[in-house]
């Protein structure tokens, strides 16, 4: 067997795969995830854990009730998840989302444009963070002298998000 370094890097294919969360109320949690983001439910394991996809993928997003059920939101200040990642192909993608949020009068905490993407910002029912986000093309992604990614925190363009709903 070959050895490795310890200190060796991941290797740069790897991908985080799917999101597990724990959740209070499995059946509000999967109405949401169904009904407001489009999700669809693969499989359940009785009134205990739900598994959804984007597509026929065996989950992308599993929620369970095994250590939470009735459970409260974790308070402001402590540690647990910032928030997980929900990556569409494009902007037009995006788009469709942000007015899938808006046609449920979803609150929105946050909108932002990155640099290298762009970026809504919610809480599902259980206050978990979520990011649905589309990347900007790399090839139009900057880079400082020293080769660094540069990025940033701008509002987005909502108007000019919209936009590409009429394309």
Known sequence: MKKTKSNEPIHPKTVVGHVHLKVADLERSVKFYTKVLGFKVMTRYGVQAAFLSADSY?????????????GKQPPQGSTGLYHFAILVPNRKELAKMFKKLMDHNYPI???SDHGVSEAIYLKD???????????????????????????????????????????
Do not use: Q, V
Request: charged share 35%.
């Open 109 to 111: 905490e946050g909108a």
């Open 58 to 70: 065996h989950h992308h997003i599993g929620l369970n009730t095994w250590e939470s059920l009735g």
């Open 125 to 167: 029912p259980d206050g978990n963070g979520i990011e649905i986000y589309a990347d900007r093309p790399r090839k139009k992604w900057k880079y400082d002298s020293k080769g660094n990614l540069i990025m940033c925190t701008k509002r987005i363009d909502i108007e000019d998000l919209m936009k590409e709903l009429e394309k």
